[in-house]
């Protein structure tokens, strides 16, 4: 028996995948959340085999869930369902340590055997996810570039060791709606969403030193 955690902010979402699971003679929906912190709590204690994933959610998102669930050691398979197929959200899920990577308007049946080879181990990708991907690998690299201003990486910096939004606006003598603004600037440099994707990217791109 698999055992399943379904995660996502919309309770018809769930409650449409719970339905389809519930039918699977081989696969038990165990739990349900609406947050990546929710998640991580739940499946601590539930400890599933498989957690299908939504990746943007309020407060804590997909990504960061995945993130945490790996710190803690927990072992479950994460697919991630989602509407979003952009190249940054596949890479942050993939890198973060997600098994697979699913569009929300794949057929159940797809969805049930990327349930059952995710919880084998086996790496899922929905076909039009595969292909940007082979596309991205089969395209000369390029160097990184994202031409960050001195203050955007000054509040960048200050974002990878962890500072708020208000301790990065203290530091740097500026108010906290200009810190939001550097941040909004460099997310769309580095071509991410978030802050912890932020400071990967950077990493990447070997601008934190």
């Known amino acids: 028996m698999i055992r399943l955690m379904l995660v996502d902010d919309h309770p018809v979402v769930r409650d ?21 912190e929710q998640a991580v709590l739940l499946a601590v204690v539930e400890q599933p085999d498989v957690v299908v994933m939504d ?8 990504v960061e ?20 197929d952009a190249d940054a959200d596949v890479l ?3 890198a973060a ?9 794949a057929p159940g049946d797809e969805l049930v ?10 790496a899922v990708l929905s076909p039009a996810v595969a292909s940007r991907l082979m596309s991205r690998a089969a395209a000369p690299p390029a160097v990184a570039s994202p031409g960050l201003s001195k203050r ?7 974002v990878a060791a962890g500072a708020t939004n208000r301790e990065a ?16 600037h460099l997310f769309e440099k580095l071509g991410v969403r978030d802050r912890a994707s932020a400071v990967d990217a950077a990493h990447r791109a070997g601008l934190l030193g």
């Open 113 to 122: 055997r990327a349930v059952r080879s995710a919880h084998k181990g086996d």
């Open 55 to 62: 990746l943007r959610m309020p407060g804590a998102g997909g």
């Open 169 to 184: 606006a203290r530091t740097l003598f500026i108010s906290e709606t200009t810190v939001k603004t550097h941040l909004l």
């Open 97 to 105: 340590g997600a098994t697979g990577y699913l569009l929300k308007d």
């Open 65 to 84: 869930a995945i993130r945490e669930l790996r710190r803690r050691g927990v072992t479950a398979r994460v697919l991630v369902l989602t509407t979003f």
């Open 16 to 36: 449409g995948l719970r339905g389809m699971f519930d039918s699977i003679d081989d696969i038990e929906v165990v739990g349900e959340a609406s947050d990546g």
């Open 152 to 158: 955007e990486l000054e509040v960048l910096r200050l």
């Open 92 to 94: 942050d899920a993939v």
